[in-house]
């Protein structure tokens, strides 16, 4: 298990949601919080190791890490 170099203002606890599910829970909170805020997004879901990073680039926010924690990852995101 690894540990992040990263601490959260928001975590999302999306473990045991499928896919889409983490994803739209991520982009939910994004909407309601301030640039700069860093949100961890805990998901069991191993579709979101590609959809999230897709996302986020596209949206022009910045992905910041993936832990893994052996039974879900734990990504890292930067509002912008």
Same mark, same amino acid.
């Given at each position: 298990?690894s540990e992040s170099n990263y =601490?959260?203002?928001?975590?999302?606890?999306?473990? #045991? &949601?499928?896919? /889409?599910?983490?994803? *739209?829970?991520?982009? #939910?909170?994004?909407? !309601?919080?301030? +640039?700069?805020?860093?949100?961890?997004?805990?998901?069991? =879901? &191993?579709? &979101?190791? #590609? =959809?999230? /990073?897709?996302?986020?680039? !596209? +949206?022009?926010? !910045? *992905?910041? !890490?993936?832990? =893994?924690? #052996?039974?879900?990852?734990? *990504?890292?995101?930067?509002?912008?």
């Amino acid at each position: 298990m690894s540990e992040s170099n990263y =601490d959260p203002d928001v975590t999302i606890d999306s473990r #045991g &949601s499928t896919c /889409p599910g983490p994803l *739209m829970d991520l982009i #939910g909170k994004v909407k !309601e919080v301030d +640039a700069g805020t860093v949100i961890e997004l805990q998901t069991s =879901d &191993s579709g &979101s190791k #590609g =959809d999230v /990073p897709e996302w986020i680039d !596209e +949206a022009g926010h !910045e *992905m910041l !890490e993936t832990v =893994d924690n #052996g039974d879900y990852w734990s *990504m890292y995101v930067k509002t912008t």
